[in-house]
């Protein structure tokens, strides 16, 4: 199966809110499951980066995220996903999306949470994160209510381009 479109931002339908997933079971659930997986492969293969994909970002409006965090972190599909605890501790970082891919933003995150979701066996299940895996699920979810990084930007100056962002952490790394 081939990969999607990445929808891009300027693409309303980014902005809008997902709708819960009622059959885990049913094949078009499954087959955009495989097409997020196939989708998240394929944009990693060729940018370098991608550790996570929300199905709004291919223009499906359901509640469905895939992670894979290379090489051996947590990897598979999270079906309804919800935040059931963020901790009140939060940390900084730069963001990046696959559907601004030239564009970094300075987000604040809760630093742990625990996410409720099904897995694609209709299983619910509970995942606590830490760090990057927290982060990256607040990410993806907020996908799903059509909220992207840009509007988690913690200050006027939060943006970078990427290849900026890129010379800093090269000057950063040769001048510590
Ligand atoms: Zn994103």
């Known amino acids: 199966m081939p990969s999607k479109e990445i929808l891009q931002l ?6 809008e809110a997902s709708l819960p997933v009622d059959d885990v079971l049913a094949s078009e659930n499954h087959a955009l499951i495989q097409d997020l997986s196939e989708t998240l492969a394929a944009f990693r293969e060729k940018s370098g980066f991608g550790r996570g994909i929300a199905a709004p970002q291919i223009g499906c409006l ?3 995220i895939f992670i894979r965090v290379q090489p051996t972190g947590f990897a598979g599909p999270l079906i309804n996903p919800e935040i059931t605890w963020a901790s009140e501790d939060h940390f900084e970082l730069w963001d990046d ?3 601004l891919p030239n564009l970094m ?3 604040s995150r809760a630093a742990s949470i625990q996410v409720s979701y099904q897995d694609d066996h209709g299983a619910t299940r509970t995942i606590a994160a830490e760090g990057d895996l927290s982060e ?3 990410h993806e979810i907020d996908h799903l209510d059509g909220i992207l990084a840009v509007q988690r930007a913690v200050s ?3 943006f970078s381009t990427r290849d900026e962002w890129e010379r800093t952490l090269r000057r950063g790394s040769a001048n510590p």
């Open 10 to 15: 300027g693409n309303p339908l980014l902005w």
């Open 62 to 64: 359901q509640r469905v």
């Open 97 to 99: 999306c696959f559907s």
């Open 105 to 107: 933003v300075r987000v």
């Open 136 to 138: 990256l699920l607040q």
């Open 156 to 158: 006027p100056t939060a």
